[in-house]
């Protein structure tokens, strides 16, 4: 017996929110000439996982202070003014306000009190003890509960039942959590022994007999407590969420045109100008998309994924909505989006300086793999050189890239001086995992 529910929902930010203390999180932890970042600044990127223990810590906030110096320096070179930077960091911005917005507007607004995980505790250690006839015609449920209300015994009623698997129709133990709601309803007024009513689930009839009824011991409240409360957030993000955006895609007055979408599957020995023309969707009642525009993106994920393009459209109408709401409301002007799109934006200049200063200069020649070899012979025994030739050349190419890192970054360090402020690191490395 199986609960069929449907999660298809749009659900744009699959993350939930950690209320962290916002003082410690405010303190600065590493200043380079008169930038200053914080505890959340290091935060953003370089999240400690519960595993990592001291020595891995004090990697991350090594390759943090390293990253900032390169940032540092990529300014200094003019690298805001890049093109390659300032097409990414356009896009970038767009997701994080959109992200950010969505967040604020519906996972900040989710909160889930003790007492409703302690409600669903209370279902999870309810269990039932079930055995179950079931049938696909109804007059045929009818008939059993009738028997059985005369006093004929379940057992010699399953002969009818189409579960041919179980001994004796006994379909095990299950908490009142797992349950659908219309069975549980029904089994609640039930004692041990008796049976239910029918109960139709799907296209099936079900007569349910409580074989037992008991309160487990285990799991303990403690055990489970916090992923309950991530199950009921997950679930009420869902459909906080899904009512948002049903919200927006009306206020923003969308509307799709049929010939619009038929036409962007058209092969091109079909497609006419005509059909480039035709608007595929429509909002604020002023802007249009047309088949021309968008149709080579949607036969492209069309063919990989087979997805309708109503829905692949939607999956970038929607984070459009939201961004052009988000931009209204000059959310970008808020701290934490302005911390968020700072960091966004160091990221790229992170990505390009390591580009061009590192992975860009790297060069490998034949004689420098030839060496390679000639000293890690031992590693590669009964292996002919052509064999293991570009497993050689990774390996030289690597050794370079860390040196030339190292170099680099020393380089930075004593050019910067960056301060790191020892009471914070300290506290920050006593964290709890």
């Known amino acids: 017996m199986k609960k069929i529910i449907d999660y298809t929902k749009y659900l744009i930010l699959p993350l939930l929110v950690v209320v962290v203390g916002c003082s410690f999180e405010n303190q600065v932890l590493l200043t380079i000439d008169s930038d200053k970042y914080t505890i959340a600044d290091f935060r953003e990127n370089f999240p400690f996982a519960p595993t990592d223990d001291s020595l891995k810590r004090l990697e991350k906030i090594d390759e943090f202070i390293n990253q900032k110096l390169v940032v540092k320096e990529a300014r200094e070179r003019g690298y ?11 896009n970038h911005r767009k997701e994080v306000i959109y992200r ?4 604020e507007k519906v996972i ?3 909160k889930i009190p003790d007492s409703e995980i302690r409600k669903v505790y209370n279902q999870v250690i309810d269990q039932y003890h079930l055995a179950q006839i079931v049938v696909d015609e109804e007059s045929l449920a009818q008939h059993i509960h009738a028997e059985l209300k ?3 015994p379940f057992d010699s009623l399953l002969k009818f039942s189409l579960d041919t698997l179980t001994e004796n129709g006994d379909i095990g133990s299950f908490s009142v959590k797992s349950l659908p709601p219309e069975i549980v309803t029904q ?26 009824h008991k309160k487990v011991d285990t799991p303990k409240f403690e055990e489970v407590k916090e992923n309950i409360r991530n199950d009921l957030m997950r679930e009420k993000i869902l459909e906080k969420g899904e009512k948002f955006i049903q919200e927006i895609l009306e206020k923003a007055k969308i509307e799709y045109n049929e010939e619009g979408l038929d036409a962007l599957l058209k092969p091109d020995s079909l497609i006419t100008e005509e059909d480039l023309s035709k608007w595929v969707v429509k909002k604020y009642d002023t802007s249009y998309v047309r088949v021309r525009t968008i149709r080579q993106a ?8 087979f997805i309708e393009p109503k829905t692949l459209i939607e999956r970038v109408l929607i984070p459009d909505i939201i961004y052009d709401k988000a931009e209204r409301e000059h959310f970008d002007k808020k701290v934490k989006i302005k911390r968020r799109l700072s960091n966004a934006l160091s990221l790229l200049l992170y990505q390009k300086f390591y580009s061009d200063e590192v992975l860009g200069k790297v060069a490998v020649d034949s004689m420098e793999i030839v060496t390679y070899y000639g000293g ?6 009964d292996k002919k050189f052509s064999d293991v030739y570009s497993n050689l050349r990774s390996k030289v190419r690597e050794q370079k890239i860390q040196t030339l890192r190292k170099n680099i970054f020393e380089g930075l360090r004593e050019k910067y ?6 009471a914070v690191l300290e506290r920050l490395l006593k964290e709890e995992k």
């Open 80 to 90: 805001e003014e890049d093109p390659v930077v300032m097409a990414a960091f356009e």
């Open 100 to 103: 950010g917005y969505y967040e």
């Open 108 to 110: 900040d607004k989710v």
């Open 150 to 152: 005369k006093g004929v």
């Open 187 to 212: 089994i609640e007024k039930t004692k041990e022994g008796g049976t239910t009513g029918v109960v139709q689930f799907g296209n099936y009839f079900y007569i349910l007999k409580v074989i037992e």
């Open 298 to 305: 949607v036969l492209y994920q069309y063919r990989q994924s």
């Open 376 to 381: 890690h012979k031992n590693e590669y025994k």
């Open 417 to 422: 001086n960056p301060e790191i402020n020892q």
